[in-house]
């Protein structure tokens, strides 16, 4: 069974950066695609941005484009979100998540595992 968990999350001001790490169980990181997404309160989960396997494409929400950057380190099993310039309309929890390929992919369809989630709060 693959473990997702990601860790990082915290309170900062608008304006502020954070960075979000995810540790993925399994001897094959490399191979799977990596996924940030983030729910809003009473709000549906939206995607936020994807890295490849390699960790050589990565495709982000508009909403972040800019501001986050995605990156992976496969000897570690882990990826980062970066988010810089941060939004109180970026507070939400933040989830990991493993897809079924190595191609970077938008749609929660072709992820198969998933952390718990990190709050992000920023606050203005």
């Known amino acids: 069974q693959v473990q997702v968990v990601e860790s990082g999350g915290g309170l900062v001001q608008a304006g502020g950066s954070l960075r979000l790490s995810c540790a993925a169980s399994?001897?094959?990181?490399?191979?799977?695609?990596m996924g940030w997404f983030r729910q809003a309160p009473g709000k549906e989960r939206e995607f936020v941005g994807t890295?490849?396997?390699?960790?050589?494409?990565?495709y982000y929400a508009d909403s972040v484009k800019g501001r986050f950057t995605i990156s992976r380190d496969n000897a570690k099993n882990t990826v980062y979100l970066q988010m810089n310039s941060l939004k109180p309309e970026d507070t939400a929890v933040y989830y990991c998540?493993?897809?079924?390929?190595?191609?970077?992919?938008?749609?929660?369809?072709?992820?198969?595992?998933w952390g718990q989630g990190t709050q992000v709060t920023v606050s203005s």
């Open positions: 890295i490849s396997g390699s960790g050589g494409s990565t």
């Open positions: 399994g001897r094959t990181f490399s191979s799977y695609a």
């Open positions: 998540a493993r897809a079924r390929g190595v191609v970077v992919v938008r749609s929660e369809m072709h992820y198969d595992y």
